[in-house]
DNA sequence: CGTTCCCTTGAAATATTTCAATTATAGTGG
DNA sequence: CCACTATAATTGAAATATTTCAAGGGAACG
């Protein structure tokens, strides 16, 4: 059971070439490009009368799992904007151990935390393969001078990664780990939903690990949450795959209620023992 | 009781000579004004010669202790410069809760985390009398558009408040409840002496619960760390006021050792009883 | 000088991490 | 295509960390 689709959407959307690449390092950079009316859109922009059409073109760079799009304290060239895939946003503490930031799906603009540094301050890791559509700094910079509606725009952008953030560190500091997990759950289904894929069923990309790290707690109570989550009905479990059964539920949970407790409506007969 | 005069907001930020005030919620409006030139400098933002110098001048809001610049829901008019005085920054959760986002002092810029939505999505509340730059976010528009560095400087602006609310977001997933509170009071200790200020020896402006709202924790919890933190003589605790005995410790300490324990290296005979 | 809010401290109740053992799953090369 | 190895996931039980509940002492404010 549980044949999740998903995502499964899907390898090459153009078929390329291949590039030379040394594993785990170098990039493939293809020669495709994207228009910059393409990319407003990507960034769910939508121009209005007053902005001009751009005869430029962005190239891309498609990166294979393990791959990193840039590294810890790479000067800032460019921003990113994923086109395709996901990816995880990792930082080092001092003892080299990642912890991820963020996770970025299609439409996220990756590299803007390195814009006061001038340098990147976060890796950026494909989880699957991807495709990103590469926009110079310096380029962005010209064309928000032109159009305020483009500034405007990045304002809002890093306006919300703040809020976001903030977000999270609500959740890392109310939260339980249980319940912690529960909205993650709740977060990706509605992002999922907002790129029009469904929302009910997908697959995640990431390892139980890293959504510990994400979560600011360890993959043996990540993996026994979603076990309860299930236990009590919200979703289905199976490995990566996950069903939402109540994405309203999900998203306001803050405990698990233990297990012998008869079950709040209608008391479900019984889990039984344990 | 809970008397939530809600959104009782305000009639005009702008120009009334002296408002009418209800305590705790209306803004005393002063008449002092900041040139451009002085905002600039407060924002650390150090001019260049191409910078051409504007003869506006801003106007100030005052506010005092408990009285708050904005509120959540209110229209995104303008965003705000500490000019003196420290205030936090407050969220709600569902059930009206007050949750700690920050802290601010000296220099910082509040209500960017509103743009994206044109609407405050927090709430600034002194903690003492503070005296603030009020930016109408239009005329900032203006500006950045003809100075293309104070259009860089606020990506920067914005670009380090994400990196600040990713390195909390690491405090409170990866370290303990007594490393936060530690990494808490260093910072503090540096952001002083960045305003030149006393590293060394401070009072804190917000409340053990405060504190632990924004460090998820409780104020029992904090109340603890900061006893613990004096025992074992880096710091020295009384009430609010704080003496850094040493910063670099501070600054990287993991956990408390065990009151009975040996401590690791050439044993130490003993820290005697308790 | 009383009232209110704030801080400290202890002890019991909970939640989470750690350690350890087992079972899946995926990738690799015969 | 299968076996093999490495990585990922689940689960239990003991060790820890943190919260909660409760009570008492201080400081601040009118």
Chains 1, 2 share one sequence.
Do not use: W
């Not at 040394?22 to 407003?40: F, G, I, K």
């Not at 800032?76 to 912890?99: H, N, T």
């Not at 069923?201 to 043996?220: C, V």
Request: proline residues 5%; aromatic residues 6%.
């Amino acid at each position: 059971m549980l044949t999740v689709p998903a995502t499964t959407m899907n390898q090459t959307l153009f078929n390329l070439p291949f590039s030379t690449e040394t594993p785990e390092e170098a990039h493939a950079v293809r020669q495709s490009t994207t228009s910059y009316a393409e990319l407003l859109s990507l960034l769910q922009f939508h121009a209005t009368p007053s902005t001009r059409v751009e005869p430029i073109r962005f190239q891309h760079l498609r990166l294979r799992r393990g791959q990193r799009a840039y590294r810890i304290g790479h000067q800032l060239e460019s921003l990113f904007v994923v086109r395709f895939g996901s990816l995880k946003v990792i930082s080092r503490d001092d003892a080299g151990e990642e912890k991820v930031q963020a996770f970025a799906m299609k439409g996220d603009l990756l590299g803007a935390d390195g814009i006061h540094q001038q340098a990147h301050v976060s890796e950026a890791v494909a989880l699957s393969d991807c495709d990103l559509v590469v926009v110079p700094f310096r380029r962005f910079r010209e064309l928000s001078r032109s159009s305020p509606e483009l500034e405007l725009a990045m304002y809002g952008f890093l306006s919300r990664e703040i809020c976001r953030e903030r977000k999270i560190s609500g959740m890392l500091s109310r939260l339980g780990a249980e319940a912690r997990v529960a909205r993650f759950l709740a977060q990706v289904a509605v992002r999922h939903a907002a790129l029009g894929f469904s929302e009910k069923s997908f697959e995640l990309r990431m390892t139980r690990q890293e959504i510990g790290s994400y979560l600011g707690t360890t993959l043996e109570t990540v993996s026994r949450a979603l076990t309860g989550l299930d236990r009590i009905g919200l979703i289905r479990v199976d490995n990566r795959n996950i069903i939402i059964l109540d994405l309203p539920a999900l998203a306001k949970l803050r405990r698990i209620p233990p297990s012998k407790c008869p079950l709040p409506p209608t008391a479900g007969q019984n889990d039984a023992a344990r």
